[in-house]
């Protein structure tokens, strides 16, 4: 898999967006008392914390240490651990699994599932949204376009995400035994505040598109998308992404 640098406090200030859009997901979710709910990809624990304040048992589980070390100081009394989904090893211990704005970092989605499966109990359901089809599609355009027009290679390989169809992630769930529920993909213009909202982002996520770029060359591509971007998608005071998330509910050994 390859290694993301993730960057705690930034994330928690500047792109509680990611948590905040979430908090529906677990409306889907709707834990109950005394249920054991495992958050794959937890980030900073906001999501755990929500569903455990609804009396649900968590554990959070992300790959990047720093986020778990940011959780585990907000919410001490959740269980959190670093953990790579594709090395999760529970068996029929949960009695749902959740994930918010993780699944699309995975390079290993086979494994990833069939972990997941195994995790849940039977009659267990896995709820979770990821970036779908289309995601961002603007920001990665005007990427490429601001590197070809600075005469910077652009190179595919350090792409680091995974953005399916419904079609293509429904067949992997059914690879792996799931009933699927309900899967769909739905737009979600998303706010990056401020004049800086646009080169904030692309700080904190650009970082393996970029890798091969000093940090002069990793400004003029931010400077370039800006230009690039600006005229749709800046409002003023704020700019907008073009989020497409895909979101399913599907259970073990068939829907309850
Ligand atoms: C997302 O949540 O869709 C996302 C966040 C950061 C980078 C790429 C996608």
Known sequence: MMKTKWNASLSDHKHDFVSKFGESLVEVLAPQENEKILDVGCGTGDLAHEIAARGAIVLGTDFSQDMILAAQQKYPEIEFKTQDAAALDFTDQYDAVFSNAALHWMKQQDTVIHNIYNALKSGGRFVAEMGGQGNIASIVGALQQSMFALNF?????????????????????????FTVERIYLFERPTPLQGEDGLRNWLKMFSHNILQHLSAVEKEQVYAKCEELLKPTYYRGDEWIADYCRLRFVAYKDGVK
């Open 153 to 177: 290679p652009y190179i595919e390989d350090y792409f680091p995400w995974y953005f399916p169809s419904v079609e293509e992630y429904q067949t992997r769930l059914e690879n792996a035994g």
